[in-house]
């Protein structure tokens, strides 16, 4: 029994602190009154989303409300346009791709959903060949 000292202790593994705990203002201080050297670095605008902000007009005009809110085309228009495509014999997907556009958008101009661009406008009246913008703008082509 004289041969086991109780006062000594044989540390086989130990692990240093982990990144959180590294990093923790109770490790820095630490680390600081030791006289370590330590390294800081400001990030700007770190974990923050600038570029996807929301702010107060935007979210008016999403409530759309009856003073602020987006424009979209009548439905004469829509009939219109469905009409000049029927009579070229063209499907929605025809006339898309005609245009260089999603089928989707020609279905939204024909029901009155879509807000209304003037270049694509453009493209539907040329390949179509009638004026859809007549009753829309109150220009005559």
């Not at 770190?46 to 009856?66: C, I, M, P, S």
């Amino acid at each position: 029994m004289a041969e086991s000292d109780w006062d000594t202790v044989t540390v086989l593994r130990k692990k240093g602190p982990t990144a959180a705990q590294a990093k923790s203002k109770q490790a820095i201080t630490t680390a600081q009154r030791r006289g370590e050297e330590v390294q800081t670095s400001k990030k700007w605008a770190a974990g923050q989303n600038k570029q996807h902000l929301v702010t107060k007009n935007t979210a008016k005009l999403d409530r759309e409300t009856e003073e602020l809110h987006h424009d979209r085309v009548p439905l004469e228009v829509g009939k219109v346009i469905q009409q000049g495509r029927q009579e070229k014999g063209l499907t929605q997907k025809d006339l898309a791709t005609k245009i260089n556009e999603k089928p989707q958008i020609i279905a939204d101009y024909e029901c009155g959903r879509a807000i209304p661009n003037n270049q694509v406008m453009g493209k539907i009246e040329r390949a179509i060949g009638k004026c859809v913008t007549l009753n829309f703008s109150k220009t005559k082509c």
